[in-house]
Nanobody, 121 residues
Framework: RLQLVESGGGSVQAGGSLRLSCVAS????????MSWYRQSPGNEREFVSI???????RYADSVRGRFTISHDNAKKTTYLQMNSLKPEDTAMYYC???????????????WGQGTQVTVSS
């Protein structure tokens, strides 16, 4: 079982930056793709970015060019650097670990508790 703990959220003005962190702990039985999602009130949770086990990355169109995902294996930490923030980026941001490498691992998905990001205009 994995535990994911996000941090780094806060309140910033439009144009500002934040760096979110997601620290993983527990039993690492698989290789994991790490991703970030966000959810604002009244909306469904939406994909933001993913870093695969081979270090390739992908971004939602709405954040491409402004956000950067990275991962530090030694620290078991995934980061989301968010620059040029906009009010529409306001949401609860969640970290997710998705197992890879076998049929059993492919069924593993773990979520953190979220960290709030608020961007004022």
């Amino acid at each position: 079982r994995l535990q994911l703990v996000e941090s780094g959220g806060g309140s910033v003005q439009a144009g500002g930056s934040l760096r979110l962190s997601c620290v993983a702990s527990g039993v690492f039985g698989c290789w994991y793709d790490m991703s970030w999602y966000r959810q604002s009130p009244g909306n469904e949770r939406e994909f933001v970015s993913i870093i695969h086990t081979n270090s390739t990355t992908r971004y939602a169109d709405s954040v491409r060019g402004r956000f950067t995902i990275s991962h530090d294996n030694a620290k078991k930490t995934t980061y989301l650097q968010m620059n040029s923030l906009k009010p529409e980026d306001t949401a609860m941001y969640y970290c997710k670990a998705s197992g890879r490498g076998s049929t059993v691992c492919d069924s593993e998905h773990w979520w953190g508790q979220g960290t709030q990001v608020t961007v004022s205009s």
